[in-house]
């Protein structure tokens, strides 16, 4: 599959960046490549740490090579811009990846942040065991009542079944994990021709069909969900949702190091 080359920042990188420094952001995420050196330079500069999002391990050397302190390994059962290598497999090799490797900006190891399909305690304890130092939550905190999501995006949540969470490249020209609609199943099944034609011009097939019908506006907004909206059927704060993960991630790695059992062979 072709996809486009195209500038998300639309030339204004360096405007963002300044702003990103004036507010004093805490951390850099990056995704869809990585940060060009000067931007590295300039995030270190004033202390801010850089975590880069990878789909597949392949990425994970050239994140480090540009300089970035952490690793988001983001599977592809996560929602937004994801690959297509599950978290079983994803978070274990970049562990193994950034294995020796320092962050430039603060001398300790790089640590992988686990993505995608975190939801509950036991994908949160699941991470841990893969070596991940900590996850990175989506889908679940979009259900949140603190949400600035719109209902509608709850809603298409809440009511998705296992199938419902489909990537495509129609918004952005990569794979995007969204919420299968109409208007998304419409272009799938009818109009391959057009995104192929469209994304080999570094069009974005989506933009190109609004402006010569703006009245398709609502009907194609896209809703970013991971798979595990199929296991998502409520919203509550954000707070039950932190204490949950934690409270039943800590009961499963207790139980399970209960498992083992050290006999003296004397």
């Keep these: 599959m072709l996809y486009t080359q195209y500038d998300y920042q639309k030339g204004k990188l360096d405007e963002l960046l300044d702003v990103i420094i004036e507010e004093k952001a805490s951390l850099f995420v990056c995704a869809v490549g990585v940060p060009p050196p000067h931007a590295v330079e300039k995030l270190h500069k004033a202390g801010i740490p850089i975590m880069n999002m990878v789909g597949h391990p392949k990425h994970v050397p050239k994140a480090l090579a540009a300089g970035v302190d952490l690793i988001c390994a983001q599977a592809g059962e ?3 811009h994801t690959g297509d290598t599950p978290a079983t497999i994803l ?3 970049c562990v193994d990846a950034v294995k020796g490797h320092k962050s430039p900006l603060t ?6 942040i686990g993505a995608g399909a975190v939801y509950d305690g036991r994908s949160l304890a699941a991470n841990l065991a893969w070596g991940a130092q900590a996850v990175w939550v989506g889908t679940r905190f979009v259900a949140s009542t603190e949400a600035g999501a719109p209902k509608a995006h709850k809603d298409a949540l809440l009511s998705a079944s296992y199938e419902d969470a489909i990537t495509t490249i ?3 020209g990569r794979p995007l994990r969204v919420r299968r609609t109409p208007y998304v199943q419409d272009w799938h099944d009818n109009r391959q021709e057009e995104i192929t034609e469209l994304t080999s011009k570094g069009i974005i097939p989506v933009d190109h069909d609004l402006e010569q019908h703006p009245e398709r506006s609502v009907q ?5 969900i991971g798979r595990v909206a199929a296991l998502i059927n409520e ?3 954000a707070q039950k949702i932190v204490d ?4 039943e991630a800590v009961k499963i790695l207790q139980q399970n190091a209960s498992f083992v059992t ?4 004397l």
């Design 107 to 112: 001398g300790k190891p790089v640590y992988v």
């Design 78 to 80: 996560g929602g937004g």
């Design 91 to 93: 978070i274990p090799a």
């Design 235 to 237: 919203v509550v704060p």
């Design 244 to 247: 949950d993960m934690v409270s």
């Design 262 to 265: 050290i006999r003296s062979k």
């Design 220 to 224: 194609s907004r896209a809703w970013l």
């Design 170 to 172: 129609i918004y952005t």
